[in-house]
RNA sequence: GGGCCCGUAGCUCAGCUGGACAGAGCAGGGGAUUUCUAAUCCCCAGGUCGGAGGUUCGAGUCCUCCCGGGCCCGCCA
């Protein structure tokens, strides 16, 4: 995911360790590499007596440079007047000392650190006490984060790109929520305007045409073949509302005797929309509206269900109407100055505000833009008292961006309080083939279809193997296969495997790894892999903070897919259960505590951990 | 015409906010299993990072231009 704005713009808690807190404190209390930099750090303080500059920690390309490495003695170059390789060579010499580090080297103006056996082994017996919460720090400190997603219009099923949506959003939500800020998970819905008339004609339509009588409206008719929904959802919500209601639609006289019908036929789903239903103007459509809106909700609302994602706000654009916030939003916008009257509509100037040009927020047949709505949503979001917002939006909206930022700098929300991504399309192949997608012609590839070929799993992982704002190509058939091609079994098998070898044992030796503490017979294990692996395990941690911060969740599946290649090849080459008993147990402390990565990372990602496949 | 995004191995994509010889999976070829699940493992191959300049000690990464692909440019939602 990129961000619009730099990503130091849009970074909420930079990690900066407390600088008054003591070594121990930080060793504790920070990802590895902060660890690791708060040493150089001191290091360099007793060296040079200068302020560090801003320097990186990160793991080399080669992991036989070491485990991490700096790039502090180029930055120094020029303020020192000395080569940069003789500074590292220096502040080598200083750091060798420290015993977190078995070997400290310069190369090339780089400063590669090996990290001692026995950090690494402290380290990870932490992780096995502490579980999952090894992993975790308050880095949101409570600030109140809303993600704001899907928000798909109702007129209609949810299709792939929506459940791309979903699922980046849901994994981010999980991700913040993880390390402590207070996320809510909003959907909102653009439950006015005309698509909703839109929506209860075709309803309407498809009712009538179970008559035969389709050809008695020829209004509704022609409004139906210029502009209706023509996917077959809309015959099956005519077909439930015929069931409800049998002829009574076919007169307007029967409208209200209909909604009473619906409201007492047993529907096992919410009827806000009907229950709220007053007829203005076209009776029979309006409730064909409100029917076809509480039944689309109710499928949207199942779909996001069988893929694990739930919303903690509904968000209704109609209530903006019904509060007055729009009408209020205008008026706040005419006091500052910012609206004008031309052509009978009115204008909102954003290009004051780095917009091309300006926007309509009423039209001149006194209708409000959806834009209009859109800003007052983000001002009642301001006023709710969000300390940041998060959107995922369609990319097709990303021209949309500049006149929402400019409308919030007219009411003077900061200008690093809305962050927004985009989500890019999906296209869906079947036996190699495109598979087209047009709501108009209803032949989009709804999620649902997806998810029941597919299975919620892989549909959430394959969706976070690629950025997300660049296309993604959705193959139901490679999707479908389990083999290797499909990484989402490869992680999983990981974690049954581990599953099984503790069954096993508990099963032969009366031991159960889950509740004994093996810790100390990590001392035991004295091959290269097996450090390697608890390596790259209390890495997460810093992969997952990096992760949170830069927003970018798909970045999970791929340290999954090497934490579980790095497994399944130890686990080819050595025996657990067999090996020498105190060997034995070392290594099912080592897989006790990658199995606890898993299931994290898995967790964040909403995938699910099996016990066995 | 303007704006946004993308262009890395035959294919699908990573590349951690400029750093050390450019990575993974798939596809292709060859091998491993009486053992804790072979949905696994091991070996082999392949790229002038779309092109040209520039900034820098250092560029796949930043800047400019060009080429190619996608999306968006409504008083639609």
Not at 107 to 113: A, D, K
Not at 125 to 145: A, C, N, Q, T
Not at 355 to 376: C, E, P
Not at 405 to 431: C, G, H, N, T
Request: aromatic content about 12%.
């Amino acid at each position: 995911m990129r961000a619009l704005t730099s990503r130091r713009e849009n970074s909420i808690a930079p990690i900066t360790p407390p600088v008054e807190a003591g070594w121990e404190v930080k060793y504790n209390l920070i990802p590895m590499k902060e660890i690791v930099r708060s040493r150089i750090e001191q290091a360099l303080g007793e060296l040079y007596k200068i302020d560090p500059p801003e320097f990186k920690v990160e793991k080399p390309k080669d992991e036989e440079l070491g485990d991490l490495a700096t790039n502090v003695a180029f930055l120094l170059s020029k303020a020192l007047r000395k080569n940069p390789n003789e500074i590292a060579k220096e502040l080598s010499e200083k750091l060798s000392q420290e015993d977190m580090f078995e070997a400290v080297e310069a190369v090339r103006g780089f400063i590669n650190l090996r990290l001692s056996r026995n950090f690494i082994l402290s380290e990870f017996r932490r992780l096995l006490s502490e579980g999952e919460d090894y992993f975790k720090e308050d880095i949101g400190r409570g600030l109140k984060v809303q993600l704001e997603f899907v928000s798909a219009n109702p007129t209609g099923p949810l299709h792939l790109g929506h459940g791309r949506g979903a699922v980046v959003g849901d994994a981010l939500a999980r991700l913040f929520e993880f390390y402590g800020f207070n996320i809510t998970r909003e959907y909102y819905i653009n439950d006015a305007g005309r698509q909703v008339y839109i929506l209860g004609v075709s309803v309407f339509y498809r009712y009538l045409e179970l008559f035969g009588k389709e050809g008695e409206r020829p209004g509704i008719k022609k409004l139906f073949e210029e502009e209706g929904y023509k996917g077959e959802y809309v015959i099956e919500i005519a077909k439930a509302l015929k069931g409800a209601v049998g002829d009574l639609l076919l007169s307007r006289d029967g409208v209200p005797e209909a909604k009473e019908r619906i409201l007492s036929y047993g529907f096992d789903f919410p009827l806000s929309y009907t229950s709220a239903f007053k007829p203005v103007r076209e009776p029979e459509v309006e409730l064909c509206s409100a029917f076809g809106l509480d039944m689309m909700m109710e499928e949207i609302r199942e779909d996001l269900g069988s893929m694990c994602v739930d919303f903690d706000v509904w968000f209704s654009e109609r209530s903006l109407y019904e509060r007055g916030l729009v009408d209020k939003l205008i008026e706040e916008l005419r006091e500052r100055g910012y609206v004008y009257e031309a052509e009978g509509a009115l204008w909102l100037k954003t290009s004051q505000f780095g917009d091309d040009k300006d926007r309509v927020l009423r039209k001149s047949d006194g209708t409000y833009t959806y834009f209009a709505s859109d800003i007052a949503y983000h001002w009642d979001k301001f006023k709710r008292g969000f300390d940041k917002v998060i959107d995922l939006w369609g990319a097709d909206h990303h021209g949309y961006i500049p006149r929402v930022k400019a409308s919030l700098k007219m009411l003077r929300i900061p200008e690093d309080w809305l962050e927004v991504y985009l989500i890019q399309m999906v296209k869906f192949f079947r036996e190699g083939k495109e598979v087209k997608m047009s709501k108009r012609a209803g032949t989009f590839v709804p999620l649902r279809e997806a998810l029941n070929e597919v299975g919620p799993d892989a549909v959430r992982f394959l969706f976070l193997t690629k950025r997300s704002d660049t296309p993604l190509d959705f193959d139901v058939d490679k999707a479908k296969e389990k083999s290797s091609d499909n990484p989402v079994f490869y992680v999983q098998y990981a974690h049954a495997r581990i599953s099984g070898v503790f069954r096993e044992v508990k099963e032969r030796f009366n031991l159960d790894p889950e509740k004994e503490d093996l810790s100390p017979f990590l001392e035991s294990l004295e091959e290269d892999i097996e450090l390697k692996l608890m390596k790259k395990t209390l890495m997460i941690k810093d992969e997952l903070i990096d992760i949170t911060l830069r927003r970018d969740p798909h970045l999970i599946t791929y340290f999954l897919i090497d934490l579980a290649g790095l497994f399944h090849h130890y686990y080819n080459h050595h025996r657990i259960i067999g090996s020498e008993k105190r060997i034995m147990k070392g290594r099912l402390a080592l897989l006790k505590g990658i199995r606890t990565a898993l299931r994290l990372s898995l967790k964040l990602i909403g995938v699910s951990a099996p016990e066995r496949m």
